[in-house]
């Protein structure tokens, strides 16, 4: 019978041998989800054996997993920042490099400070919905292009227990939206040039959202549109945060000084990758 430990060892070795890039992580996640063990137990009781129903749900992840679909759509669920958000293969998989926007704006607005934030293309919902778990003062509007995904974002949304303080609509970018609305924009839209996509890992490749990774021929497509829409439904002094590709800072931050944006900067990841293009409107 397999416990704890000898089934992560056994399933790190099948993730191994399938080319998984992170195996030992994967492994302990999809064994604790069949088990419904946590870390702390694995390590304080490796002997607990694993149920027949147990270990029927873990060989139906793992064989999954050898597939290439990623973790958080084979278990519906990814931590970003301090929450946990459902996922689906309508939504791009909230990842580590996008909590940067987080770093980047929440210092800007004091802890219960009321203003208002706008997400572009808020798929899963992530960035809006942790900002406004952040900061209690803060109401929201998530927009997207796919109604599959606002079905996602709203889940959340109810989930977390922010429903009444986050709006989200299907939209086409800030069309529709008032001028001089929001005190906060923040996007992270498709940036991967065309032509880059078919040599993209399967776990993107095949099981992310084509919409929510196409920038188009050059990867900034989304960007050209953005940066004016974004300075016009700021409030006078407001503030935005873009997530970016690699190599991309010097034309998005271009982009966004034709459009009248000030204080531009550029804020890199954990990994020392450029990672997210920030700035304010002109205040009057």
């Known amino acids: 019978m397999a416990t704890l430990v000898s089934a992560w060892n056994r399933a790190k070795q099948r993730l191994q041998a399938a080319g998984i890039e992170s195996p030992v992580t994967d492994a302990r996640l999809l064994v604790e989800a069949a088990s419904g063990a946590s870390r702390a137990d694995i390590i304080a009781d490796p002997q607990r054996p694993l149920a027949e129903d ?3 749900a873990l060989e139906a992840y793992l064989t999954r997993r ?35 926007i987080l770093d980047v704006v929440l210092p800007r607005f004091a802890e219960h400070e009321r203003f208002t934030v706008l997400d572009l293309g808020v798929g899963s919902g992530a960035i809006l919905l942790a900002i406004l778990t952040e900061r209690p003062g803060a109401r929201g509007l998530g927009v997207d292009v796919s109604e599959d995904a606002l079905a996602v974002a709203r889940e959340n949304a109810s989930n977390l227990g922010l429903a009444g303080r986050a709006a989200l609509l299907r939209g086409d970018w800030t069309s529709g939206l008032s001028p001089e609305s929001f005190d906060l924009v923040v996007a992270n ?18 099981h992310e959202p084509r919409v929510a990774l196409d920038g188009g021929a050059d990867g900034l497509d989304a960007y050209r549109r953005l940066a004016p829409e974004i300075i016009e439904v700021l409030r006078p002094g407001g503030r935005f945060a873009v997530e970016i590709g690699i190599g991309q800072r010097a034309a998005v931050e271009a982009l966004f000084a034709r459009a009248g944006a ?3 900067q550029a804020t890199n990841d954990l990994a020392g990758r450029e990672r997210v293009i920030a700035g304010r409107k002109k205040a009057l």
């Open 54 to 56: 147990q270990a029927a």
């Open 262 to 264: 000030v204080e531009i």
């Open 66 to 100: 050898e597939r290439r679909e990623p973790v958080s759509q084979i278990l519906g669920v990814k931590g970003f920042w301090k929450i946990m958000v459902r996922v689906t293969p309508d939504v791009l998989t909230p990842r580590p490099d996008t909590e940067t």
């Open 189 to 206: 839209p498709p940036y991967i040039p065309t032509g880059d996509i078919a040599g993209l890992g399967p776990e993107v490749r095949d």
